[in-house]
């Protein structure tokens, strides 16, 4: 079954084909550098680009599947959650397409794709189930008991920040631009780790709940403490960026390391650790969760490619070829609050 996927939750163009769940035969994704200068993501700059992108998108994604839209099974889409006039352009293009070539179209949860992203260039059977899966990005961190591919149970999520946000915030606040993630990552390389002692919040021993605010305004006392001093700049013998990026990343690690420990412990018969979101993305986490499941005796699963971890429309693909049963003739409403 050929599956063709938008995904426009937020500042990203993405179209892809996907066979059975798992064989991607093309993922065009065209991002929008037109938010560096902001800061983050602005909603009117992004759906005027989404408007203008999706065709050129679907065209090049068309050309590298080698098929045409008569050929595909179904269509699907990202309905929510996410920025409402992003979402529209995609419900609204795949609405359209839905219509005009007489395809059933199955409406997406944006998480629920990320879930799936563990699916893409693998077989279908690699998962052993139960699973944990930690979804990470820039507005969720989310943990999750997936005891088969369409059942799932909420363990704990975020009470304030989302990492990925902590992540961007942190890159602002350093000046270093946006998005965060792989910037700060970057400066991580050559810094100290031990260098900052940040806060780990403790929000109760069985709490599997995450909380990031406390590192952000650590992050921002010792940023505003340096300030001060005019000195944000690193020099040959000043490396506070690189220092205070590897001491935040860390943090982050052992934030998500403690919270798997625990919940491996209530819940002994999980058999996979999953990790996926863009801040799957990220080499120094990747390690430390790989190292936990190693000595947990589970098996770890990242998504195949860096592409698959950050947002991209082959996950709704994977994830609509699991909720076929959702597919509809009627118009499919973005939803930016959908509930998973
Ligand atoms: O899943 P995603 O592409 O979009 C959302 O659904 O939010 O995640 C984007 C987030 C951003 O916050 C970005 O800074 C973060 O993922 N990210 C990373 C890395 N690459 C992307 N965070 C840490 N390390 C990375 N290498
Ligand atoms: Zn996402």
Redesign the pocket.
């Known amino acids: 079954m050929k599956i063709l996927a938008f995904e426009t ?2 500042d ?1 163009t993405a179209v892809a084909i996907v066979e059975d769940g798992c064989r991607v035969l093309a993922s065009v994704r065209v991002s929008q550098v037109e938010h560096n200068e902001w800061g983050g993501v602005v909603p009117e700059i992004a759906a005027r680009l989404h408007a203008e992108n999706w065709r050129g998108a679907l065209e090049q994604c068309l050309g590298v599947a080698e098929i045409s839209i008569t050929a595909i099974d179904a269509l699907a889409v990202t309905q929510g959650p ?1 920025l409402q006039t992003s979402l529209l352009s995609g419900t609204t293009a795949a609405n359209f397409l839905a219509q005009l070539y007489q395809k059933p179209l199955i409406p997406v949860h ?1 998480i629920y794709g ?1 879930l799936c992203s563990v699916f893409l260039d693998r077989d279908l059977n690699t998962v052993q189930f139960p699973a944990l899966v930690l979804t ?5 961190t989310d943990l999750y008991l997936w005891k088969t591919a369409t059942e799932w149970e909420k363990l704990g999520g975020t009470l304030d920040d ?4 902590a ?2 915030k942190t ?1 602002k606040m350093l000046g270093l631009g ?5 910037i ?2 970057k400066n991580a390389e050559n810094g100290d780790r031990n260098a900052y002692q940040l806060p780990v919040p403790n929000l109760g021993k069985d709490s599997l709940d995450f909380s990031f605010s406390g590192v952000k305004a650590a992050v921002y006392r010792l940023i505003e403490t340096r300030k001060d001093k005019s000195r944000l700049v690193p020099t040959e013998d000043d490396n506070f960026i690189n220092d205070l990026c590897a001491s935040f ?1 860390s943090t982050v690690a052992t934030i998500f390391t403690k919270k798997i420990t625990t919940a491996l412990a209530q819940h002994p018969g999980v058999k996979t650790l999953c990790f996926v ?7 120094h ?1 990747r390690k430390a969760l790989e190292t936990l499941s190693q000595q947990s005796g589970i098996q770890f699963l990242r998504p195949e490619k860096l592409e698959y ?4 429309a082959a996950m709704i693909a994977s994830a609509a070829y699991f909720q076929k049963d959702r597919a509809t003739s009627a118009y499919v409403e973005a939803d930016p609050r959908l509930k998973l």
């Open positions: 939750s937020c990203d996410g944006h990320h990470v990005s820039g507005g969720h989302a990492a990925g946000e992540f961007d890159a946006y998005p965060g993630g792989p700060v990552s990343e979101g863009g801040v799957s993305a990220n080499t986490i971890c950050t947002d991209n």
